[in-house]
């Protein structure tokens, strides 16, 4: 059931993905702009679609930390950014999606920002917390490489979006994050998937003693 479960999650997390990708690289324009959350806002032409990739991408998380369930801080940690993921994605920001203190923001402004930016703290949490746990050696290299990258690249997003606000830097940041997390979610899960929990040993036939 484990490795059922990470391969399920991995199928999950890449068919959100996906979803998210084409509904923001379809409608007319620079794909590149703006933050990638606006791809869900009222309005947009694909705006269900990209929610509902998202949520179907918090479902493989959730699957991942049921994988994972050995791994009780991992757990933990995947379970809490899936539901703050599920919470991004059912709770769309307004146009542009609007942050202080550059632009005045609505409540659902907020939330999503909130559940966005804390969901990718809890996920990096989660990397570093099984590269520390070394369960597996594929999985403890595959979350260091995925941690050291994405805690500079999530300190240059929120450092932009704090002092800078929107822009070109900041939406670029932003999609390399997304990248590296779907990239760590994914592998994890074939990981899990193709690594066998227990490994049996044979071990040579001893003479009694006499």
Wanted: charge should be positive; charged fraction near 10%.
């Amino acid at each position: 059931m484990t490795r059922l479960a990470g391969f399920a999650a991995a199928l999950a997390v890449t068919a959100g993905a996906v979803v998210m990708l084409f509904a923001l690289v379809a409608p007319a324009g620079s794909w590149w702009d703006g933050y990638v959350s606006e791809a869900g806002t009222a309005g947009q032409p694909y705006a269900i679609p990209y929610r509902s990739g998202l949520v179907l991408l918090a479902a493989g998380v959730a699957l991942l930390g049921w994988a994972l369930r050995d791994l009780r801080l991992v757990s933990a940690c995947l379970l809490i950014a899936a539901v703050l993921a599920a919470t991004s994605g059912l709770v769309a920001c307004s146009d542009t999606c609007p942050l202080p203190p550059y632009e005045p923001a609505t409540a659902a402004d907020i939330i999503h920002a909130s559940a966005s930016v804390v969901g990718m703290i809890v996920l990096a949490g989660a990397m570093a917390a099984v590269w520390f746990a070394h369960p597996r050696p594929a999985l403890t290299r595959l979350s260091a490489v995925s941690a050291i990258l994405i805690v500079p690249i999530g300190a240059a997003l929120g450092l932009t979006m704090l002092f800078v606000g929107r822009s070109d830097f900041g939406a670029l940041v932003e999609r390399l994050a997304l990248i590296v997390a779907v990239f760590w979610l994914v592998g994890t899960g074939l990981t899990i998937a193709l690594t066998p929990t227990h490994r049996r040993t044979s071990r040579p036939l001893q003479r009694p003693r006499t």
